[in-house]
């Protein structure tokens, strides 16, 4: 049972380039979350999904977009990368939406130069 | 004023203490309130769930809620060098979504 599992780990991207953060989870959830995490500034969600076909923004949704593939995928694709997107990305999953017991997959390292 | 506010510490306590990491919300309509632990490096984990005012208590984790005061806290007891973490409150604002503070950095000296 692997939980949420996140790929890549790590990511350098150049200003302007694009790239898709993938999610998938095996615990059969209904809901589905992406956050971003900075240093100070604790844990900010991007975007979620209450359940398959449906998502909705969260707080700083600007510059992303995702994708609910199906009940288990969800990705988070950044179209033209800035320097400002630099951050740690954290998929998180949890069995209703109302956020209750979130567990979050091992996270992706991205550095926008 | 942030919807959830921690002081972000750093916070030290000697081994065997208790440690004590406060949280304060700003929506006095939330009815649900997550500690997580976050290790340096790695993914938020769950440690303690609470909904209702008082206290619960799991091992050496006690969670309080005083929704008056719009207030909720974390004690550590017996606190172990592995305690040593960030941690993390959030509050589930409206229907959907989990609003966390920025986090308290904990460390447990030998």
């Known amino acids: 049972n692997a939980g949420v599992t996140q790929t890549p780990k790590f990511q350098v991207l150049k200003t302007g380039q694009s790239m898709t953060l993938q999610c998938a989870q095996d615990?059969?959830?209904?809901?589905m979350y992406w956050y971003r995490q900075d240093p100070g500034m604790g844990l900010r969600l991007i975007y979620y999904?209450?359940?398959?076909?449906?998502?909705d923004k969260g707080e700083v949704p600007n510059g992303y977009n995702v994708s609910r593939l199906n009940k288990r995928e969800f990705s988070l694709r950044l179209e033209s990368a800035a320097p400002s997107q630099t951050s740690v990305y954290f998929c998180?999953?949890?069995?209703?939406?109302?956020?209750?017991?979130?567990?979050f997959g091992p996270g992706t390292r991205l550095t926008v130069t | 004023q942030k919807e959830v506010e921690q002081n972000s510490g750093p916070l030290s306590v000697p081994e065997g203490a208790i440690a004590s990491l406060n949280c304060t919300y700003s929506?006095?309509?939330?009815?649900?309130f997550f500690w997580y632990r976050q290790y340096s490096g790695k993914s938020p984990e769950l440690i303690m769930f609470?909904?209702?005012?008082g206290d619960k208590e799991d091992g050496r984790f006690t969670a309080q809620l005083n929704k008056a005061s719009q207030y909720v806290s974390l004690l550590i007891r017996d606190s172990q060098p592995s305690d040593s973490a960030t941690y993390l409150c959030?509050?589930?604002?409206?229907?959907?979504?989990?609003?966390f503070g920025q986090g308290t950095r904990l460390t447990i000296n030998p």
């Open positions: 998180a999953s949890s069995e209703a939406s109302g956020g209750y017991e979130q567990y």
């Open positions: 615990m059969n959830h209904n809901s």
């Open positions: 999904s209450a359940s398959e076909g449906t998502t």
């Open positions: 929506d006095r309509g939330s009815q649900s």
């Open positions: 609470i909904y209702s005012n």
């Open positions: 959030a509050v589930i604002q409206g229907a959907q979504k989990l609003v």
